[in-house]
């Protein structure tokens, strides 16, 4: 495969999948030395300092390649949105939704070949207001969702979905639901409900598929929407969003949008992308921004 003169940047999170990251790194550095003259390798040592490196990188690279989980990805997307540097991903979390949204490949090693092919297509990313202000770039999960991604942050003795999995279990014994104010293209609604995931891509926590239909090239956001329900039936619907993501179940509704803001006068835990936003949060808005980045695609 021929060499490259691109100028090319890794952020790379050695931390990411448990730690799985950091026993391919060298591996992975080997072999883009293969592929580019150029290939920088910038390792973060705490997760607060991702979106800075991608930052500081965009300005001197025009592709910045984000080695990681959802977590990680969202940190650079937040890095170089706007600056016109173009985004690739190599899948190495616990999860990885976004990577299976992009429809790429589970082999770090794979994805190097589709990194140097080179082909691009503009993708959308969700614009967050409010108590807090970030792009997404997957999901941004708000209520129980918000609080299952609390817990789960904390658990560090199992992998993958599990995490997750066990997250929702918290949540669902901890957090009941309360009053929401929505406001979805302009009508509004107030009513009691127990989650609203804000939806670009149709997979969160490692394949639960909460917007099947979603797609992140498409202009829109998919809302998913839980209203209030016994813990009975949360349990019962769990695997439901595994293995019938289609199906239709009563107090779950899925709406297509373009704006969606959300306001509660009791404080809400919220996600972006898997990143703990707070669990005090009170107000926030999201709106579709199509075509804000170019990324890496099969």
């Given at each position: 495969?021929?060499?490259?003169?691109?100028?090319?940047?890794?952020?790379?999170?050695?931390?990411?999948?448990?730690?799985?990251?950091?026993?391919?790194?060298?591996?992975?550095?080997?072999?883009?030395?293969?592929?580019?003259?150029?290939?920088?390798?910038?390792?973060?040592?705490?997760?607060?300092?991702?979106?800075?490196?991608?930052?500081?990188?965009?300005?001197?690279?025009?592709?910045?390649?984000?080695?990681?989980?959802?977590?990680?990805?969202?940190?650079?997307?937040?890095?170089?949105?706007?600056?016109?540097?173009?985004?690739?991903?190599?899948?190495?979390?616990?999860?990885?939704?976004?990577?299976?949204?992009?429809?790429?490949?589970?082999?770090?090693?794979?994805?190097?070949?589709?990194?140097?092919?080179?082909?691009?297509?503009?993708?959308?990313?969700?614009?967050?207001?409010?108590?807090?202000?970030?792009?997404?770039?997957?999901?941004?999960?708000?209520?129980?969702?918000?609080?299952?991604?609390?817990?789960?942050?904390?658990?560090?003795?199992?992998?993958?979905?599990m995490i997750y999995v066990i997250g929702i279990l918290k949540a669902?014994?901890?957090?009941?639901?309360?009053?929401?104010?929505?406001?979805?293209?302009?009508?509004?609604?107030?009513?009691?409900?127990?989650?609203?995931?804000?939806?670009?891509?149709?997979?969160?926590?490692?394949?639960?598929?909460?917007?099947?239909?979603?797609?992140?090239?498409?202009?829109?956001?998919?809302?998913?929407?839980?209203?209030?329900?016994?813990?009975?039936?949360?349990?019962?619907?769990?695997?439901?969003?595994?293995?019938?993501?289609?199906?239709?179940?009563?107090?779950?509704?899925?709406?297509?949008?373009?704006?969606?803001?959300?306001?509660?006068?009791?404080?809400?835990?919220?996600?972006?992308?898997?990143?703990?936003?707070?669990?005090?949060?009170?107000?926030?808005?999201?709106?579709?921004?199509?075509?804000?980045?170019?990324?890496?695609?099969?």
């Open positions: 495969m021929k060499r490259k003169k691109e100028k090319i940047c890794f952020i790379y999170n050695p931390s990411a999948g448990r730690g799985r990251a950091g026993r391919i790194l060298e591996h992975l550095k080997e072999r883009a030395d293969e592929l580019w003259y150029h290939a920088e390798f910038r390792v973060t040592q705490k997760e607060k300092d991702i979106s800075l490196f991608a930052k500081e990188a965009a300005k001197d690279f025009n592709l910045i390649i984000g080695c990681g989980g959802d977590g990680t990805i969202n940190q650079v997307v937040n890095g170089i949105a706007g600056s016109g540097a173009d985004l690739g991903v190599i899948p190495i979390g616990s999860g990885n939704d976004f990577a299976n949204a992009l429809g790429l490949p589970s082999d770090p090693m794979e994805n190097l070949k589709l990194i140097h092919n080179g082909k691009k297509r503009p993708l959308d990313l969700i614009r967050c207001s409010g108590d807090v202000e970030t792009w997404c770039a997957n999901t941004l999960g708000i209520g129980l969702d918000g609080w299952a991604n609390y817990y789960a942050s904390g658990i560090n003795r199992v992998k993958g979905q669902v014994y901890a957090y009941r639901g309360g009053m929401m104010k929505l406001s979805i293209d302009g009508k509004e609604e107030e009513r009691e409900l127990l989650m609203v995931t804000v939806c670009n891509g149709p997979e969160e926590g490692g394949g639960f598929k909460v917007a099947p239909d979603a797609s992140i090239f498409d202009g829109y956001i998919d809302l998913l929407i839980l209203e209030k329900m016994s813990v009975p039936r949360i349990l019962w619907y769990l695997p439901k969003f595994i293995f019938q993501p289609g199906k239709k179940l009563k107090g779950v509704n899925r709406i297509r949008c373009k704006k969606v803001t959300l306001n509660t006068e009791a404080p809400l835990a919220v996600h972006c992308d898997g990143q703990g936003l707070g669990i005090n949060i009170k107000a926030i808005s999201a709106v579709i921004e199509p075509g804000m980045l170019m990324v890496i695609v099969p």
